[in-house]
């Protein structure tokens, strides 16, 4: 069974930056999609990136176009996502994903692709 660990979240100044981590164990990484996605209280989850198993391929947001990168590292089982000049409203709990399908040609933004969920890191951006 998957076992997925966010971290490096944290308290920044608007326009900051932070780089979340990804680290998944337990299931065949290399193969599968990665997601990042983030809630609020009160409101539905919403997609932030992905990346296509070979990392060759990604898909934002449009909100986190220019800002975000999401990457990974296949020989150190991580994903990772880059987040600059940070926003008060990218306040979050943030949250990666496996894809349920492997060898996917192209990554999916639908949480409901998604099978495997870490416990969330949260990031505090302050105005």
């Known amino acids: 069974q998957a076992q997925v660990v966010e971290s490096g979240g944290g308290l920044v100044q608007a326009g900051g930056s932070l780089r979340l981590s990804c680290t998944v164990s337990g299931t065949r990484f290399g193969a599968l999609a990665m997601g990042w996605f983030r809630q609020v209280p009160g409101q539905a989850r919403e997609a932030v990136a992905c990346i296509t198993d070979s990392g060759r391929s990604t898909d934002y947001i449009d909100s986190a176009k220019g800002r975000f990168t999401i990457s990974r590292d296949n020989a150190k089982n991580v994903a990772y996502l880059q987040m600059n000049n940070l926003k008060p409203e990218d306040t979050a709990m943030y949250y990666c994903?496996?894809?349920?399908?492997?060898?996917?040609?192209?990554?999916?933004?639908?949480?409901?692709?998604?099978?495997?969920w870490g416990q969330g890191t949260r990031v505090t951006v302050r105005s």
């Open positions: 994903a496996t894809d349920g399908s492997p060898w996917r040609v192209d990554c999916t933004l639908r949480p409901s692709d998604y099978i495997a």
